[in-house]
């Protein structure tokens, strides 16, 4: 007999009847594996994002403390709604808030760490034949609290509730039946991958895939949670996330991600001497807005353009930061454009292949499509291009590199 956690995602549970749905999976599965279940919920669709524009009626920037209070009550329907189900079909069942099962996080509300699970009272509930219903992403701090993970966070709960209980496999069920080589939405011939390394898991989430939160995957690698993506509505094996093997799939690029919530701003004729990146990144920093690509050219006639990209959010802040700075250090001017996304490949298969990087150029140029910023790293390659040519620049590097069904 085995622990698995499973997650259902918010269009798994986005109304009555798919609510019920995972009831009748949850009790077929007890009932022919005998396994313990411990199921992770998300709000139902659509949830939290109402929730968030309701507060937004309130106050234009309420407070990332009253924020989790608000959000959290997502996550509380759906638990108490599923153990309903459960219920009616004779299956025992308990359901857990984030600070009743004492998920301990830190203290950054809207963005939480988690620190530690207590599990006593979930393992007695198993041991006594429940399934164990648990709210996903949210906690509560050592002083009680509540918090939350961040967007996508119940992903980040399943796998720390599985890493914390020492579960043989931690399952997320979403609306799509695993991992593709790009999001399917943007180009239907992207394939589904048996298997990927968290290394490549881990990077197409930093790079804006949106299909698992960059932390559950941080943390299914450190912890070595046995994890698989597969979909709530199809059979089948999904994908697993695993580490580097001989098996894999001997190829090149594993995939293709991309980020349209990104705004490019430069800041032109900086005087090139020491201190000046410092200078212009601090008060940024000071602002909490998180810097994503740099680039600093060669200084011609003692003076230097910066540019860097920050999230779309940050942007007008940013601008207006930018003008401070640009009158301080006595620069020429400011420029934005809030109009780009960023297109990344992704693949472990680079580390030994030269030439990877100028396939992806030709094949962008091949399209007329613009590169305005490049960034590398041993295993990825992204590019900032305009808004306007994301599709064409997914669907024709997924081409190029070989990655479409036949
Ligand atoms: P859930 O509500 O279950 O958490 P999400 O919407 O967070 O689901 O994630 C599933 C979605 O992720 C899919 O519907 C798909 O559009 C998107 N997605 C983005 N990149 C990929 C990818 N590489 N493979 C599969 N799905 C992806
Ligand atoms: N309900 C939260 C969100 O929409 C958390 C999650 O679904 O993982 O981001
Ligand atoms: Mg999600």
């Known amino acids: 007999m085995s622990l698995h ?16 749905n995972v009831a009748k999976k ?53 638990i108490s709604l599923l153990c309903m189900a459960l219920e009616e079909r004779g299956q025992k069942a ?37 399934i164990v ?94 994890l698989r993506v597969l979909s709530t509505f199809i059979d089948g094996d999904g994908t697993l996330i695993t580490y580097e093997d001989d098996e894999m799939e001997k190829a090149l690029i594993s995939g293709i991600a991309f980020n349209r919530d990104e705004a490019k701003v430069t800041l032109a004729g900086v005087p090139d001497m020491p201190g000046v990146a410092s200078a212009i990144l601090k008060p940024i920093a000071d602002a909490n807005i998180e810097i994503d690509m740099i680039v600093q050219n060669v200084a011609e006639d003692q003076s230097t353009d910066f540019t860097f990209t920050v999230h779309r959010n940050d942007y007008e802040k940013t601008m207006q930061i930018l003008q401070n700075i ?26 030994s292949h030269a030439g990877i990087a100028s396939q992806m150029f030709s094949a962008l140029a091949g399209e007329g499509i613009n590169i305005r910023m490049i960034s590398t790293s041993e295993i990825k390659i992204s590019v900032v291009v305009d808004e306007r040519y994301l599709e064409l620049a997914v669907r024709t590097l997924h081409e190029s590199f070989g990655l479409s069904k036949e």
Do not use: W
């Not at 956690?5 to 019920?20: D, F, L, M, P, R």
């Not at 301080?328 to 992704?346: E, N, P, R, T």
């Open 133 to 226: 219903v648990v709210a996903g992403f949210q906690g509560v701090t050592e002083s009680g609290a509540i918090t939350t993970l961040g967007r996508g966070g119940s992903d980040t709960t399943a796998v720390a509730l599985a890493a914390a209980l020492k579960a043989d496999e931690c399952r997320i069920y979403t609306d799509v039946d695993g991992v593709y080589t790009t999001d399917p939405r943007v180009e239907p011939k992207a394939r589904r991958l048996n298997k990927i390394t968290f290394e490549e898991m881990l990077e197409m989430a930093s790079l804006g895939s949106k299909i698992l939160q960059i932390r559950s995957v941080e943390f299914a690698g450190k912890y070595n949670v046995p």
């Open 326 to 351: 640009c009158t301080q250090l006595g620069a020429k001017k400011v420029a934005g454009d809030d109009k780009i996304v960023k297109v990344s490949i992704v693949g472990v298969g680079m580390r």
């Open 94 to 130: 308990v359901s857990y808030t984030g600070s009743q099962v004492k998920i301990i996080t830190d203290d950054s509300h809207g963005k939480a760490r988690i620190e530690d699970i207590y599990t006593d009272k979930l393992q007695a509930d198993l041991a006594a034949g429940n």
């Open 26 to 78: 949850l009790v077929d599965e007890k009932n022919t594996t005998g396994n313990d279940l411990v199921v992770v919920v998300s709000a139902m669709s659509g949830e939290t994002n109402r929730m968030t524009e309701l507060a937004k009626q309130m106050q234009a920037t309420p407070s990332a403390k009253q924020m989790d209070v608000l959000l959290s009550t997502g996550e509380q329907v759906t």
């Open 5 to 20: 956690v499973h997650k259902y995602g918010g269009t798994s549970v986005g109304t009555a009847e798919k609510i019920q």
